[in-house]
């Protein structure tokens, strides 16, 4: 079984590690913190208990998998030991190259570096490294213990041998891989669902329907679990105009800036559940 290691202890982080080591893989997270590995560690614990309770995995199995969980401040150490690193810190391009850099003078010169990034593409990282045909992004989706798809993507120095590693990895984890055979913002799942989100604001911007019937009709002919304006409801306003002004700053295509209306929520503080108010009102709920 591969050792391996995640980096950065956060939402995703800390459920990738306990994916790993649910599947039987000797895992290390490493975390800036012990307060943030504490956390992760207790937030872990409380959600497999449930999951214990509610007869959907064993206790042995937890057990098993925490024995095979270590938690740790000391990355160089980490990387030593590890043949595949997913890399799940915070979203910021210097802090990632940054630590690409020191992952790449601590781990073995055989062992694959892989980012979880949603937005920042290997590429971008890859030339922090002496290895850029063994970097990758391996994306997984949230929460990562119950989503099973893992997108794949490559840069054009990645090695078709990386490609397939992470690809068997991420199979052996009981994830069912997305292979991209290029980079582009976005991947192919978000993409999909911003092509939906953005065409049910554009129905709603040409008045063409009401946010509660467009929403109906993702649920109930397209069988959405949700419709797109209680999607963005929920994962919060922001984050989607954020990702998109950042997917113009790399593209400059205007088609990527955030929508008038989204635009409009955004800075008047109406951003979904968290504020009490989004394309629906949640005040009743608070
Ligand atoms: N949240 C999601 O829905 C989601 C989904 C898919 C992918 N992602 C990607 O996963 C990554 C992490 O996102 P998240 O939501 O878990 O963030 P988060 O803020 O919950 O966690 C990030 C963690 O990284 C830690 N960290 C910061 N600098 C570090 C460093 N130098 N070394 C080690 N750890 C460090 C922080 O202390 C924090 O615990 C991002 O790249 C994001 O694009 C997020």
Not at 109 to 128: E, F, G, K, W, Y
Not at 192 to 211: N, P, Y
Not at 232 to 247: E, N, P, Q, V, W
Request: net charge negative; with cysteine; proline share 4%.
């Amino acid at each position: 079984m591969d050792r391996l290691l995640v980096v950065g202890a956060g939402t995703m982080g800390s459920q990738i590690a306990m994916v790993c080591a649910l599947a039987g893989h000797d895992t290390t997270v490493t975390d800036v913190t012990d307060d943030a590995l504490d956390r992760a560690r207790a937030q872990l614990q409380a959600r497999l208990d449930r999951d214990v309770a509610k007869e959907r995995r064993t206790r042995d199995d937890v057990d098993a998998a925490f024995d095979r969980l270590t938690f740790t401040t000391d990355l160089d150490a980490a990387a030593a030991g590890a043949d595949l690193v997913i890399e799940a810190a915070v979203e910021k391009l210097d802090v990632k190259r940054e630590v690409f850099a020191r992952l790449d003078k601590a781990a073995p010169p055989q062992t694959i570096l892989t980012t979880n990034s949603s937005a920042i593409m290997s590429s971008q990282i890859a030339d922090a490294t002496g290895r850029p045909d063994r970097v990758a992004n391996m994306h997984f989706f949230n929460p990562a213990l119950v989503m099973r798809c893992v997108e794949v993507v490559g840069s054009d120095d990645t090695s078709p041998e990386t490609m397939e590693t992470v690809t068997a990895l991420a199979r052996r984890l009981g994830k069912e891989p997305v292979v991209l055979h290029k980079e582009i913002p976005g991947f192919v799942a978000n993409r999909i669902l911003g092509a939906v989100r953005d065409e049910a604001i554009s129905l709603l911007e040409q008045g063409v329907s009401s946010v509660k019937d467009i929403d109906t009709a993702c649920r109930t002919a397209l069988g959405h679990p949700m419709g797109p304006f209680e999607l963005m409801d929920l994962t919060g306003i922001d984050i989607g105009y954020h990702a998109k002004l950042a997917r113009h700053a790399v593209t400059g295509d205007p088609r990527d800036l955030p929508s008038r209306t989204v635009t409009e929520l955004v800075e008047r503080g109406d951003l979904g559940r968290k504020t009490g108010k989004g394309f629906y009102s949640y005040e009743d709920e608070r």
